[in-house]
C-alpha cells in the first residue's frame, strides 16, 4: 500500500437508545453532583464524609452504567508502519496503545453462526483482525480480494 494512512475499523456501533441511555446516566450523575454542592457547604465534619461517600457510590453507579452503554471498540491499522491498536473510547475520551504487527499472511472471508460473512486479516503467528462484516457473501469477497491485492497478500475464501 502506498498511502501512510490509518484506517480504522469500528467495530461494535451504539444503537440510538444505547447512546441516549448512557447521556441520561451521564446527566443524572452532573446533575447529583451539582445538587450535592448546592445544598451541602464543604466541611470537614463526620456527616459531611457520610453523605461525600453516599454520594460517590451513586456516582460510581451512574458512571459505571454510562460508560456500560457508551464505550466502543475501534481497531486502528496502520500498514506503512506495520502496527495495529485496538482503541477503546467513551464519547470522544479513548484510549489505546500500538503493537506492532507481525508478517501479514492472508485475508480469508468466511460464514459466522449469524450467516453474516466476515473479512478477517491473519497475520504468521494466526492472530486475526476482524475488519469487516456483510450480509452477502459477494460483497465479502470483493472487498476481500481487493483488500488483499492491496497489501499483497493471499485471499483465502471459506464457506
Not at 494512512?5 to 446533575?31: D, G, H, P, T
Not at 497475520?123 to 486475526?128: A, K, P, S, V
Amino acid at each position: 500500500m502506498k498511502s501512510n494512512k490509518v484506517f480504522k475499523i469500528v467495530s461494535q456501533k451504539r444503537a440510538w437508545y444505547e447512546r441516549l441511555l448512557a447521556a441520561v446516566f451521564f446527566s443524572l450523575a452532573a446533575y447529583v453532583i451539582f445538587v450535592f454542592y448546592k445544598n451541602n457547604g464543604v466541611s470537614f465534619s463526620e456527616n459531611y464524609y457520610i453523605r461525600s461517600f453516599r454520594v460517590l457510590s451513586a456516582l460510581i453507579i451512574l458512571i459505571g452504567f454510562g460508560i456500560r452503554f457508551s464505550a466502543t471498540l475501534n481497531h486502528h491499522f496502520n500498514l506503512m508502519e506495520m502496527k495495529y491498536r485496538k482503541f477503546y473510547s467513551v464519547g470522544p475520551i479513548g484510549v489505546g496503545k500500538w503493537h506492532k504487527l507481525k508478517k501479514l499472511d492472508r485475508v480469508s472471508t468466511f460464514l459466522n453462526s449469524r450467516n453474516e460473512c466476515e473479512v478477517t486479516i491473519w497475520d504468521i503467528r494466526n492472530n486475526r483482525y476482524k475488519i469487516a462484516v456483510f450480509d452477502e457473501i459477494n460483497a465479502a469477497v470483493i472487498y476481500g480480494r481487493s483488500l488483499a491485492k492491496n497489501l499483497e497478500i493471499k485471499f483465502k475464501e471459506r464457506k
